[in-house]
């Protein structure tokens, strides 16, 4: 079975990344015993990665580069915001185990957007944030090996993610 579209893939992989100055250091390593499994055509890995595994079989190998601006963008100085403290609360209290230096957490902006920030600092002005992916501004180089192909189930088609290796419900 070959890598198409509506097809559970899992790949095990080792990425690479090249801010340009520095060379190539190692960002993360999925290895074959608990591959990263995602739903082809559903818009979840970057574009230009699984364009580079269309057609492969279980066993084959890939490298695949992905340029800054194809992968996370630049890094954008206007993602660094300042929150006020006052939208940490939790049923009016401050909740201390939220605001720590280098913990991400899950927001929302105004339209809703879900959004990813990791906490810089925190001082008397605010909730120092960085929205930047932390691979924005880094070319990416990804090697590695595809584990599986599947059929994906019709439900996972429909909600557009993997209910599992296997295709079992979550």
Not at 78 to 100: A, M, T
Not at 112 to 133: A, P, T, W
């Amino acid at each position: 079975m070959k890598v198409d579209k509506n097809m559970v893939v899992g790949v095990a992989y080792t990425l690479q990344v090249d801010d340009g100055e520095n060379g190539k250091t190692t960002w993360e390593v999925v290895g074959k015993e608990k591959p990263y499994h995602f739903l082809t055509g559903a818009d979840n890995v970057l574009p230009l990665f699984e364009a580079g595994l269309w057609g492969k079989s279980i066993g084959e190998s890939f490298e695949i580069f992905i340029d800054y601006e194809e992968g996370y963008g630049d890094y954008d100085e206007s993602k660094r915001v300042i929150v006020p403290k006052s939208n940490f609360k939790e049923e009016g209290k401050k909740n201390k185990d939220l605001l720590k230096v280098g913990k991400v957490i899950p927001m929302q902006d105004d339209q809703g957007n879900q959004l990813r920030g990791e906490i810089l600092k925190v001082d008397y002005q605010g909730v120092h944030m960085d929205f930047n992916s932390p691979l924005a501004g880094y070319d990416l180089y990804f090697s590695g090996e595809i584990v599986s192909v599947r059929a994906a189930e019709p439900e996972e088609i429909d909600h557009g993610h993997v209910h599992g290796p296997e295709g079992h419900a979550h």
